[in-house]
């Protein structure tokens, strides 16, 4: 097949069978409550999130919500480009989602290096199934590379490059200004991730091209909703 990757909202539409829910995920040991912001009800992140950050300085932990945060995605041209993702710490040095496309729940588990990013875990799950243990998650061997310094145009990963920095992107949310962008090409197809610190991923992007016709699918940040 020659579209070997198309984001998560295609690629998972296959797994739709079991454990459907349009429910928001509720994580273990995530303390997810607290407040949804938009950027009329907190002004704030406009700025904190449009000062240029020096990315190489930062820790890749930055480029994750804290723990207890649940980001909701506005989805277009997909029924599950829609998604709710829930984060949790639950152990140093680890990071776990709960993405929720309306159809299945994918949990995803990554280490946080100091260089790179590293995919652990990547399968569908319970709703309510209970995190590995440290133990468990520390006999894993990676999957793949999530993301890797350094932050700049030509950085290459897993078949993911860096191809843009101080991007302006626009969500539902709001208006980022330095975002940077992870693309992944294939004969058919091209992925777009769009990083920003204190965020993570605001928007995803695919574009299919098939027959002729050209078919894109994306996910944008439209709320983030923090632990109290």
Known sequence: MKIKTILLQISLIALIASGC?????????????????????QKGNANDSNTKPNQ???????????????????????????????????????V????????TVIRRIYKIEKEQILKMEEKPVDLHEDFPSQQEIDAME????????????????????????DVAVDTPYEKFTHAFVIE????????????????????????MKSVGEEYIVTSTLESVTKPE
Do not use: C
């Open 21 to 41: 829910t349009n429910k928001t995920t509720s994580m273990n040991n995530s303390g997810n409550s607290g407040e949804t912001t938009n950027p009329t009800e």
């Open 56 to 94: 190489n300085d930062q820790t890749l932990l930055d480029y994750f919500l804290p723990a207890g945060s649940t980001a909701r995605y506005k989805g277009e041209g997909n029924e599950f480009a829609k998604l709710d993702i829930d984060f949790a710490h639950p152990y140093e040095d680890y």
């Open 184 to 207: 992944e090409k294939g004969e058919d197809f091209v992925n777009r991730k769009y990083f920003v610190e204190g965020f993570g991923e605001v928007k995803r992007e695919s574009i």
């Open 142 to 165: 990676p999957i793949g590379i999530y993301l890797k310094k350094p932050l700049k145009v030509g950085t290459t990963f897993d078949g993911w490059e860096i191809v843009e920095t």
């Open 96 to 103: 776990i989602l709960h993405e929720n496309n309306g159809g």
